[in-house]
DNA sequence: AATGAATGAGTCTTCATTCAT
DNA sequence: GATGAATGAAGACTCATTCAT
C-alpha cells in the first residue's frame, strides 16, 4: 500500500539487478559495490540501506537466482504426472531457463562456485534441492517398479552435474549454439546410457 | 647436476606446493601471497623470483595439477586396450585420484572456477582435454558397432560433469564417506542410465 | 552555496597544499602518498578520492603552481605597455615570486624535472608558455624597431633559462641571500650582454 | 699491467656505459640495477662488486660525464687567450658536446636535478665548476677593461642556465634540429644583450 | 532514503641489497 | 670476480564499510 514501501522495494530490485549484471560479469572478488551502485543508478550508500553488506547482497542474488530457476523447474514438473517424464521435463525447463537466462547461468555455475566458502552452503542448497527433485522422481519410478535399485543420491548429482557441465560448456565455449539443442543427447545419456534406448527406439 | 638449479627448482616446487595448499583452503582471491611465502617458508620476494604474479603461480598450479591429473588417467586408459573398459578405467582412476588428492580436487573443481576470467581458459582446457578423452573411447566404440550414433561431445561432457558434481558434493559435504563408493553408481548411470544394464545384469 | 561540495573543494585544496609542500620538499619519487595524507590530515583514501593517481596529483599540481606563476607574471605584464618594459616587468616579478614562494620554485625548477618522462610535456608546456611570453614583447619591440633581427624562441629560452639558474642557484646555495637581488645584474645580461649598456646607459 | 685488473676497469667501464644509457632513458628512480645489469651483460651481483650501491653508480656516472664535458670545454678554452673568445668557444663546445652527446646531456640536465637531494651538492659542483669557468673569462676581460663592473657571479649564472635551457628544449622539443644552430643568437644575446651588436657587427 | 566524502586495513608488486656458492 | 637466488621493507592503490548531512 504505502507508496514508500513500494520504492524501496522497486529500488532493492533495481539492486538486485544490477548485481546480477556486475557480479556474473565481473564475479564475486572483482567486483565493486561502487560498479554495483552505478548501474542500478544508486549510489554506494544506496547499495549499502538495501544490505547490510557486499556477502548479504551476493548471498540474496544467489537465493534470487536460485529460487527462480527452481521455481520455473518445479512449475515444469508440477505438470508432469509420470515421473520419468517429469524428469524428461525437468531436464529440459532448465536447459530452456538457462539458454534465455545466460547472466543467471554464468552466476551460479560458475562465479558463484569459487567465490568463497560463505557462500558453499547455499550453493549446497541448490545441488541438495535439485538432487531432492531428480532423487524424488526416481524414487517414484522405482516404487512403480519401473526402475532397478540404485544409489538415488548418487545417480541425482551425477544427473544434476552432467546437466551443468554441458551448460558451462555452452557459458565458456558458446557450444552448442543453442543450449536446448544438447537435450536429445543428454536425455538419452541419462536415460539409457552410452549404449542407448534399446533396439528400435523412436529417437 | 648443478646444485644450484636443482635448489632453485625444489624452492620453485615448495612453492607450488604451499601455493596447492592455500589456494584450494582459500580460495585465489582470499589468498594472500604472504601466506604462500609463509607455508613454503620463503619470502615474498622468493616467491616473486619463481613466479611473476600471483596470476601466473596460480595457472602453473592449475597446470600441474591438471598435468597430473590427466597423466594418472591416461596412464590407467593405456593399460586398456577395450575402448568401453577404458571408459570405466578413466572413470575409476578419476575417483581414485580425487579421493586421495583432496587438494587437487577442491582446486581444479571449485577454486579454480568462479577465480576470473583469465582462468576460464585453462579450465577449459581441461575440460576439453578430458571430454577428448572421453569422446575417443566412445568413437572407438562407435566404429566398432558397440555403441549407436550420439552427440560425442554433448555426451562427453556430460559424462566428465556427472563425476565432477559427484566429486564436488564429496568435498563440500562429504558424501559419499569413500569418493570411490560412489564408482558402481556413477558407473551404472553412465553406462546404462537410469534403467540400468539390461535384464539379470551380474551387477 | 552547497555546503558538501564546498567542503570538498577545501579539503582538495588541503591535499593540494600538502602536496606542495612534501613533493618540493622530498621530490617526487621520495614522497609517499601516506605522508601528503598526514600533511593534508587526511587519509590515504581521502588522497585518492580527490586525485587517481600520485601522477595525477603531481601533475595537478604542476598545472596550479605554473597557473599561478604564469597569472603572477602576466598580470605585472599587463600593467605595462611598451614592449621592453614588459620585459623587465616580467623579469622582476619572476623573481619576486619565486623568492617569496620557495616550495613553489622548488617544484617546478627542481623537483618537476627528472621526476620522469610523464611530466616532460608539463613542464615543457610551462617553458613554451614563458618563452611565448618573452617571445611577444622581443617580436613587439622588433616590429617597433627597437630591437634587431634575431631568433626569437632561442633567445626566448635562452632568457627563461638564465633566470631559472639564478633562482636554482639561490635554491640550492642560498646565494644571493634575497633572490631579487639578482635583478639589476640578469637585467642588464639580458638587456645588453656581457657589454652591459652603452656608456650612459639610455633608458 | 695485471691483465685481472684491465678485465676489471673494463668490466667497470660496461658497467658505467650501460648506467649512463638506462639512467638517461629512465630516470634515476625508475631504473632498476637488473636492468643497468642486463645492459652491461653482467649480473646484478657485477654491478655490486663495482659500486657499493645505486646512488654512488649514479653519482660515478654523473662524475664521469661532469668531467668529460667540463675536460672538453677546458680544453677549447685552453686554446684560447683571449678572455672574451675564450667564452665564445666555450659556449661552442658546450653545445658541440651536447649535440652530439644527447645521453650525457639528458642526464646531467634533466634526469639528474630531481633525481634527489643526495645529488644536489653533485650538481651543485657543475654549476659552480662552469660559472667559475665563465666567471673567470669575465674577471678576466674585466681586469683588461674590456668590461664595466658587473655581479659576476649572476651573470655567470645566468650565462650558463642560458645554455642549459636551450640545450634542454633541444633535448624535449627537438629543437632546433641541430643543437649548434643555436649558437649565434646565444651568442648573440650573451655578449650584447636583446639589443643585439652595436651597428657594424665586429664579430 | 539517499548521497558521497572519508577511512584504513589489506594486497600486490617492486627493488635495493646481501650472500652462499 | 661473478652469479642469481633470496630477503624484506616500502609503497601505490583498492575497496568494503561508515557516517554526517
Not at 12 to 27: I, K, M, P, T, W
Not at 128 to 150: M, N, Q, R, S, W
Not at 193 to 199: A, D, K, M, S
Request: hydrophobic content about 45%.
Amino acid at each position: 500500500m504505502p507508496r514508500v514501501q513500494e520504492r524501496s522495494r522497486a529500488r532493492r530490485q533495481q539492486v538486485l539487478d544490477a548485481a546480477l549484471q556486475v557480479f556474473s560479469e565481473r564475479g564475486y572478488s572483482d567486483t565493486a559495490i561502487d560498479e554495483v551502485a552505478r548501474v542500478s543508478t544508486t549510489s554506494k550508500g544506496g547499495v549499502y540501506f538495501h544490505f547490510p553488506s557486499k556477502q548479504a547482497l551476493f548471498l540474496a542474488l544467489l537465493d534470487e537466482a536460485s529460487g527462480q530457476l527452481l521455481e520455473r523447474v518445479e512449475a515444469a514438473m508440477r505438470e508432469t504426472p509420470d515421473p520419468l517424464a517429469r524428469g524428461e521435463a525437468a531436464l529440459r525447463e532448465a536447459l530452456r531457463v538457462f539458454g534465455s537466462h545466460r547472466l543467471l547461468a554464468r552466476l551460479l555455475l560458475v562465479e558463484a562456485v569459487g567465490a568463497g566458502r560463505e557462500f558453499n552452503a547455499k550453493l549446497n542448497e541448490l545441488h541438495a534441492a535439485f538432487a531432492t527433485l531428480i532423487a524424488g522422481c526416481l524414487d517414484e519410478a522405482k516404487a512403480a517398479g519401473l526402475l532397478p535399485e540404485c544409489d538415488t543420491q548418487i545417480v541425482a548429482h551425477a544427473w544434476y552435474g552432467a546437466v551443468n557441465q554441458v551448460v558451462v560448456r555452452w557459458l565458456l565455449t558458446g557450444e552448442p549454439r543453442r543450449l536446448e539443442d544438447a537435450y536429445p543427447a543428454l536425455r538419452s545419456l541419462l536415460f539409457y546410457g552410452v549404449f542407448g534406448p534399446p533396439r528400435q527406439e523412436p529417437r
